[in-house]
């Protein structure tokens, strides 16, 4: 078997608005390894051997055990939006936890879920597979599932807004965020960690993170360079961090030893050496 594949894309049937992607992957054959899990406010609906699972959000890094030749496949929803699948289950229920999608949608619509999976051949490596489809196809279905339940739910639109101010590298005060929301502070915080997991000050701790290592990734810190720019630059941290809303590099550090359990460079550096090998994407490296 090859390499590791890992591909995700835009949802083509769920909403943009509170779908971030549709994501698969599989595994190259040999033995298991552990892959690193950081924080990013993120739900997943999840295929695997294990069956259909919900993926709730970390709170610290975890090192997850992962064996070769593994094939997944799933949806991720964006922060505050995984009330679309869980309902009226607040997301701080699910902090670090992986449950059977029985529990949140119940035994029925998770069963009519796996018969759906189950009404095909499917293919995947160029081989067929009676009654089981592969992972590119299980998104797809993952993808239509999520897409049906929309008609049934309601956004909280004030934390959708609380999550798009709280994702600015700037931030912005609590008691300003409630005043604009109409909300007392006490309300604020109770809304966004029902429906994030978080609440509103770690909330913007790990997309501030998240934002801040994509840049250093990418190359793309606002003058960002090094030993040679484009590909392969080592990324100025301290342009990182100062675009990211950090108060000096010493402050990024802190924070991403905080939520990944490694310094920048050693962070950025294991992303670099293994390319795609972000699953639950971008969660892990």
Do not use: I
């Amino acid at each position: 078997m090859g390499s590791s594949l890992y591909a995700e894309r835009p949802p083509g049937a769920a909403p943009g608005r509170q779908v971030a992607c549709v994501w698969v992957r599989r595994n190259a054959a040999g033995p298991a390894y552990g892959q690193l899990v950081v924080p990013d406010g993120c739900v997943d609906l999840v295929w695997s051997a294990a069956g259909l699972e919900v993926v709730g959000p970390d709170r610290a890094p975890r090192t997850v055990p992962v064996p070769g030749g593994a094939e997944l496949a799933g949806v991720r929803f964006r922060p505050g939006a995984a009330g679309l699948l869980l309902g009226a289950m607040p997301v701080r229920e699910l902090c670090d936890l992986q449950v059977p999608l029985a529990e949140v949608v119940g035994a029925g619509a998770a069963e009519r879920l796996a018969e759906r999976l189950a009404e095909q051949d499917g293919e995947w490596g160029g081989e067929r597979r009676a009654g089981l489809r592969g992972p590119a196809e299980v998104a797809a279905v993952l993808d239509a599932f999520v897409a049906a339940r929309v008609p049934g739910w309601e956004p909280d639109r004030a934390v959708e807004r609380a999550v798009t101010l709280l994702g600015r590298p700037e931030g912005t005060r609590l008691p300003d965020l409630a005043a604009e929301l109409g909300l007392s502070e006490r309300q604020l915080r109770r809304r966004v960690t029902d429906a994030v997991g978080y609440g509103p000050k770690t909330l913007h701790a790990v997309l501030r993170f998240r934002r801040a290592m994509a840049w250093a990734r990418s190359g793309d810190g606002g003058g960002v360079g090094g030993a040679g720019d484009g590909v392969g630059a080592v990324p100025e941290l301290a342009q990182v961090a100062a675009r990211a809303g950090y108060a000096d590099q010493a402050h990024l550090t802190r924070e991403v030893r905080r939520w990944s359990g490694l310094s920048p460079t050693v962070l950025l550096g294991r992303a670099a050496a293994r390319p795609g090998r972000t699953g639950r994407t971008d969660r892990t490296d």
